[in-house]
């Protein structure tokens, strides 16, 4: 067996130098200088991503909710985007915007389109209509029942969304180290070079872990964001 | 406490309402006074216009000509969210904020007002005891947890919040249970003499028209008003064969539960046999209970412990 070339920061231990599964040793040394930094990075690729196509997706959903005729192109487009594989997507970019971060956001904003829009409208199209007449009844204006009525329904159906999109552009942020050396995606594919398998395991387990931790905690926001949904869960 | 405002008179002027690419108008001609206080039943087969005749107050339609005055004020001069903030509205489907609670609810028109705090929960809890939902209770619930007869309280409560002197009342029963319509129908009546206000209150339903209605407007096909009268004149005197139709063959029986025996005059009993009766006794009932037991006459118990007795005669008599 061909003895994989392990980056040799001095001393490397044994585990490491045999390549062994998973050396708790080079995390603990790692952490600091390649994980860690990393991992903030894979946060903020996301935050990013997740919070531009949520701003965009929610405009054109309030828009479309508005006037119908805006739902179809926006719908299409986005969903086109959403059929290209990310590294298709990453080629024809790179191109215009270059091997920057700038590529690697666009294309992430990309795919979370077309979930977060989609979400938005149907939560904004599922008020019940009397609830809609009452408010209108009661004399609350367009906008007055749009922030305090519509939105606040739509609360679930949005977070809803928003936990797939932010789950699926932690694991694609990570195919962002093709074109620019941020996020986890960089120690993934260096040591996926090198094969060395605790970094991969380490690397992807950060992924994993972040992807989790993100939906429990999308999850306990809504929880805390609509006591009202509870209440009907447990009626 | 803010100061009680004064129930309004309500005016249909030859309001008509048309839609675009239909022949028949909903609400054709309509012309009639409802009086500052009193509660208006509009009843009619549907399509008749009811809801559209209903809706051209608050202006969630729009009138196609002649006009409905509020006040003295053509609906048209008013701007529309001020108006309806001036309405109570009730609906079937009650229309309750899932997302807020029940105090939240009833206090959505007070804090569109401008009410303080303070004031607008002082309102609630009044309210939310007014309809007999204990204000402690029922304070920070959510609609879901809620029955259906308890969901149409918070509505009414949440219509009477920044005490309009205006309320409309679409078919607000329609979808309870027969036990509880009635029980909230009663308490409706209650809170009137409570409340007093001017009521536009559309049913599709004769009876309940003739419990609640101080006058009945009934709207034929086309939306044409057949006739807008007292329930005591629409039984005794329907206009025509359609009133007489809409509102039954059993109008002479429907007559009798307008009056209950403590409102007669009746002659002491002086042994008269008979089934023994309540004074708050409807005459239907009194009717009943006569040929349930074959007695040409009852007794009622008088609260004062007298006996008077009505008899089978003075039954004919009476709705002669």
């Known amino acids: ?227 009202w949904a509870a209440s009907r869960r447990s009626a | 406490m803010r100061e009680r405002r004064q129930a309004v008179e309500i005016v249909f002027d030859h309001a008509t309402k048309r839609y675009p690419g239909r022949a028949a108008p909903a609400v054709d001609d309509l012309t009639m006074t409802i009086p500052a206080g009193e509660v208006c039943c509009l009843v009619g087969p549907s399509g008749g216009g009811k809801t559209t005749a209903m809706k051209l107050v608050n202006r969630l339609v729009e009138l196609t000509s002649g006009d409905v005055r509020v006040d003295g004020q053509s609906v048209r001069s008013l701007d529309e969210t001020t108006l309806r903030r001036g309405i109570g509205y009730v609906i079937q489907q009650v229309g309750l904020f899932p997302h807020m609670t029940v105090a939240e609810n009833v206090a959505t028109v007070p804090k569109l007002l401008g009410w303080s705090k303070r004031e607008a929960q002082e309102r609630t809890d009044e309210l939310l005891d007014l309809v007999d939902l204990p204000a402690r209770d029922y304070r920070s619930r959510y609609a879901s947890q809620l029955s259906g007869g308890e969901r149409q309280r918070v509505g009414l409560a949440r219509a009477l919040a920044a005490d309009p002197p205006l309320m409309l009342m679409d078919e607000p029963f329609g979808a309870l249970d027969p036990i509880t319509r009635t029980r909230l129908q009663n308490e409706l009546l209650r809170i009137q003499e409570e409340v007093r206000k001017t009521i536009i209150f559309v049913t599709h339903d004769i009876d309940e028209a003739i419990l609640i209605g101080d006058r009945i407007a009934i709207l034929r096909e086309g939306g044409v008003l057949a006739q807008y009268d007292t329930p005591e004149r629409i039984l005794a005197e329907p206009a025509d064969d359609f009133v007489a139709r809409f509102v039954g063959a059993d109008r002479g029986l429907k007559r009798l539960s307008l009056t209950r025996l403590d409102e007669l005059d009746l002659e002491p009993a002086n042994g008269a046999a008979g089934p023994l009766l309540e004074g708050e006794t409807t005459l239907r009932d009194a009717l009943s209970a006569m040929l349930n037991d074959g007695a040409r006459s009852v007794v009622v118990d008088g609260r004062d412990g007298t006996r008077r007795v009505l008899t089978l005669d003075r039954i004919t008599e009476l709705l002669r």
């Open chain 1, 1 to 227: 067996m061909a003895q994989p070339v392990i980056p040799d920061f001095g001393e490397a231990s044994e585990c490491v130098s045999e390549n062994r599964l998973f050396c708790p040793d080079w995390v603990r040394d790692n952490w600091d200088p390649v994980l860690q930094p990393a991992l903030v990075q894979h946060i903020q690729l996301t935050l990013i991503a997740v919070g531009f196509g949520f701003v965009i997706s929610l405009g054109a959903a309030l828009a479309a909710h508005r006037l119908r005729f805006v739902e179809r192109p926006f719908a299409w487009v986005s969903a086109v985007i959403y059929t290209i594989p990310s590294l298709a997507l990453f080629q024809l970019l790179v191109p215009i915007t270059g091997l920057t971060v700038t590529t690697v956001e666009i294309a992430l904003v990309g795919y979370t389109l077309l979930i977060l829009f989609r979400n938005t409208l149907a939560g904004l199209r599922a008020v019940p209509p009397e609830v809609l007449e009452a408010a209108r009844g009661m004399g609350l204006t367009a906008g007055q029942t749009l922030w305090r009525v519509e939105l606040p329904l739509a609360v679930p159906a949005i977070i809803a969304g928003l936990r797939i999109a932010v789950v699926s552009t932690i694991a694609l942020a990570t195919v962002a180290a093709f074109v620019v050396s941020r996020g986890l995606g960089g120690p993934i594919l260096g040591a996926l070079r090198l094969d060395f398998r605790t970094e991969i395991i380490a690397a992807g387990a950060l992924a994993v872990g972040l992807a989790v931790l993100a939906d429990v905690l999308l999850v306990l926001m809504q929880r805390l964001a609509t006591p």
